[in-house]
């Protein structure tokens, strides 16, 4: 089975600019999360979609993060403008539907590694 | 609120030597707890899981007991390889939260020949 697809894997960028990076999860999988990764840190939980709707985004700086999956599918995360503090890795992951017996794991892609220069 | 403490690396150790990863939680009700690995330059993989009190995941030679007397899932292994130098996070998971999970700040482990 394919997994979680990510792009791209490396970004560099001035502070003050945009940057959107893209996830497709495992076909099927309901339940997506964007996480961001700090050097040295664990994954910090952006935004958790169910299908197209937003379950959680409690700890997405929405002055200038956003993140949509307008089709149930595919995800896109954007950040406009861009800080020197959100040089990171980000992370898509998806999980499987009740029923499927590996429900309660999370897959992840490769990640986006941004650099904000 | 729902958290994971883990032990701080970097750890180094010599092949065949072994292995404690030391993992505690807080959460109320029962979570599912879980550690993912991630070696250089991979995204996360689950390594094992358990989902319920006594329960014993295991994989590739690495072991965790769920322990709600103690809150902990300390990740265990009895000789360690080269190629298990990787970074490794304790994480868990409620269902009742929204399937929100949450994760440890990650134990590097290096091993050397």
């Known amino acids: 089975e394919a997994g979680v697809a990510q792009s791209p894997r490396y970004k560099i960028i001035e502070k003050r600019q945009s940057v959107a990076f893209w996830c497709n999860p495992i076909?099927?999988?309901?339940?997506l999360y964007w996480y961001q990764q700090i050097l040295g840190q664990g994954p910090k939980l952006l935004i958790q979609?169910?299908?197209?709707?937003?379950?959680?985004d409690s700890q997405l700086p929405k002055d200038r993060f956003s993140a949509e999956r307008l089709k149930g599918v595919d995800s896109t995360l954007k950040i406009q403008p861009a800080k020197l503090e959100d040089s990171a890795v980000y992370l898509c992951?998806?999980?499987?539907?009740?029923?499927?017996?590996?429900?309660?794991?999370?897959?992840f892609g490769e990640g986006s590694r941004l650099t904000v220069l | 609120g729902d958290s994971v403490t883990q032990m701080e690396g970097p750890v180094t150790l010599s092949e065949e030597a072994f292995l404690t990863i030391n993992c505690t939680y807080t959460?109320?009700?029962?979570?599912?707890l879980f550690w993912y690995v991630q070696y250089p330059g991979e995204g996360l993989q689950l390594l094992l899981k358990?989902?319920?009190?006594?329960d014993k995941g295991s994989n590739k030679g690495f072991e965790a007991t769920y322990r709600k007397e103690t809150t902990s899932f300390h990740l265990e292994k009895g000789s360690v390889q080269v190629s298990d130098s990787a970074v490794y996070f304790c994480?868990?998971?409620?269902?009742?939260?929204?399937?929100?999970?949450?994760f440890g700040t990650g134990t590097s482990l290096t091993v050397i020949p």
């Open positions: 979609f169910q299908n197209n709707g937003v379950v959680d």
């Open positions: 358990a989902t319920k009190a006594d």
């Open positions: 994480a868990l998971n409620r269902r009742n939260t929204g399937n929100q999970f949450y």
């Open positions: 959460a109320t009700g029962y979570p599912s």
């Open positions: 992951a998806s999980r499987g539907t009740s029923g499927d017996r590996r429900t309660g794991e999370l897959f």
């Open positions: 076909s099927g999988h309901a339940t």
